[in-house]
């Protein structure tokens, strides 16, 4: 059996990890640039849905859920949600 690192599929990428044992740290730092999550808010007595970047910083406010995604979307981010 050869075992070049050139004929092998996964050569030269980063070694896969497990997100579901990250910390509260790592997963902050995960994407954090290219994540964002939605999170219904109560907001002046209103129903609204908070975004977030990945590390917890408050970015903007919408009116409705699909509003909120969309405006990730439009931002070239990946909305995640959080329940």
């Known amino acids: 059996m050869d075992m070049n690192s050139e004929n092998q599929p996964n050569a030269g990428a980063p070694p896969a990890f497990d997100i579901r044992h990250l910390s509260a740290e ?14 219904p808010i109560v907001m002046n007595g209103e129903q609204g849905f908070a975004i ?13 859920r699909q509003v909120a995604m969309a405006a990730i979307l439009q931002h070239e981010m990946m909305a ?3 329940h």
Do not use: C, E, N, R
């Open 26 to 39: 790592q997963f902050g730092a995960l994407g954090v640039s290219h994540i964002a999550y939605v999170k």
């Open 80 to 82: 995640m949600s959080v």
């Open 52 to 64: 977030h970047a990945a590390d917890g910083t408050p970015m903007a406010v919408a009116g409705d």
